[in-house]
């Protein structure tokens, strides 16, 4: 396992992006997975900067773990405010230009396109684990 | 992420390059206001060369499409491809703007 803790702000960003990838290149998932997974971290990322400790700073503690069979866990977890990225509800994908707002976009990415989200509360912590597994056959973005 | 522009006839021809995250979007959207300012009402976004667009990349050029509307303008894209083309797909991106193959047949229609 690995992990840093980076403060909970934008310039945190790359270098947590990078973490990851540095660490999912390893495990032998193809290029389009690699980015899938940046997206998402960066989604989640940039939600709990934006919103998990308004007007204060804070911090953010990502970690990665291969497990048996090419699994991969990232975690993530917050001290912010409690927020289950699980209970958000869709943006509406169908509207036009006027209608449309891109709230809620990052956080659809991420529940679309991980293969396992899980997210708890404990010690006033926000805990998000994104599982994804090397071997792992349909990919949301074809169905 | 790095931005170049030529002008084809009316149209500005935007290249966008690397990656728009979260650091780099606001970047693209203040550059392509820019171009708004100084009277720019076509653009042609190409991105053969970008690798990488998130959500905050999307917001930003939804932000400059709807600018373009009050100004009756427009933006159309070429050239997505890899990861930019599923975010594009997964987004509904994809449905609401117009997508071409190459550069030359986006010029065409204008």
Redesign the interface.
């Known amino acids: 396992m690995q992990n840093i803790v980076v403060p909970a702000h934008?310039k945190s960003?790359?270098k947590s992006?990078a973490f990851v990838s540095s660490f999912t290149r390893e495990l032998g998932f193809d290029?389009?997975r690699l980015?899938?997974i940046?997206?998402c971290v960066?989604?989640v990322l940039?939600n709990i900067?934006n919103y998990a400790y308004p007007g204060e700073p804070g911090e953010v503690e990502i970690s990665c773990r291969s497990g048996p069979e090419g699994t991969l866990t990232i975690e993530i977890v917050d001290s912010g405010i409690p927020f289950n990225i699980l209970s958000s509800d869709d943006p509406d994908?169908?509207?036009?230009?006027?209608e449309?707002h891109?709230g809620g976009?990052?956080i659809?990415?991420v529940k679309?396109?991980m293969d396992r989200v899980e997210y708890r509360r404990e010690d006033n912590k926000n805990f998000l684990s994104m599982i994804n597994n090397t071997t792992a056959g349909g990919r949301?973005?074809d169905k | 992420m790095e931005i170049s522009k030529k002008k084809e006839k009316d149209v500005l021809v935007v290249s966008v390059s690397g990656r728009i995250d979260a650091v780099t979007a606001p970047d693209f959207e203040k550059n392509l206001s820019e171009s708004i300012g100084a009277g720019e009402k076509t653009f042609l976004i190409k991105m053969n060369q970008l690798e990488y667009i998130s959500s905050a990349g999307l917001r930003s050029i939804l932000a400059i499409a709807k600018v373009l509307k009050t100004k009756e303008g427009k933006m159309v894209f070429s050239e997505l491809h890899g990861p930019v083309k599923d975010v594009f797909k997964i987004s509904g991106f994809g449905s609401i703007f117009t997508i071409y193959d190459t550069e030359e047949d986006a010029l065409k229609q204008f």
């Open positions: 934008l960003l790359q992006v290029p389009r980015s899938e940046e997206l960066e989604e940039v900067f994908i169908s509207l036009n230009i006027d449309r891109v976009l990052g659809y990415f679309q396109l949301p973005a």
